[in-house]
Nanobody, 126 residues
Framework: EMRLVESGGGLVQPGGSLRLSCVASVTPGETFSNYYISWVRQAPGKELEWVSMVNTVGGTTYYADSVKGRFTISRDNAKNTVWLQMDGLKSEDTARYYC????????????????WGQGTQVTVSS
């Protein structure tokens, strides 16, 4: 069992930056470093959208075309933490951002697959 807690969201102007954090708590026998971790977002009235993913050791990262070149995902397994550095934010990045163990790079995200946090709200507005 794994509990994921996101933080770092907020209100930011277009062009600004935010750094989201996802901290995992695991039960005995579970290992954070065994899992790929994804960030998924959901804008009001829209479907879940996969944003980025990092492999188990942090050496390989993946990004949706909509965020490539602006967002950077990283992890520190010693701290059971994954980060999403978001630069050059746009109004269309406004959404609730979730971290999850689901690997949704090529399939539609589903909340009944993998462990999910409660999310953190990001609002990009002037």
């Amino acid at each position: 069992e794994m509990r994921l807690v996101e933080s770092g969201g907020g209100l930011v102007q277009p062009g600004g930056s935010l750094r989201l954090s996802c901290v995992a708590s695991v039960t005995p026998g579970e290992t954070f470093s065994n899992y790929y971790i994804s960030w998924v977002r959901q804008a009001p009235g829209k479907e879940l959208e996969w944003v980025s993913m990092v492999n188990t050791v942090g050496g390989t990262t993946y990004y949706a075309d909509s965020v490539k070149g602006r967002f950077t995902i990283s992890r520190d397994n010693a701290k059971n933490t994954v980060w999403l550095q978001m630069d050059g934010l746009k109004s269309e990045d406004t959404a609730r951002y979730y971290c999850t163990t689901g690997t949704f790079r090529t399939v539609a995200p589903r909340k009944d697959v993998g462990f999910w946090g409660q999310g953190t709200q990001v609002t990009v507005s002037s």
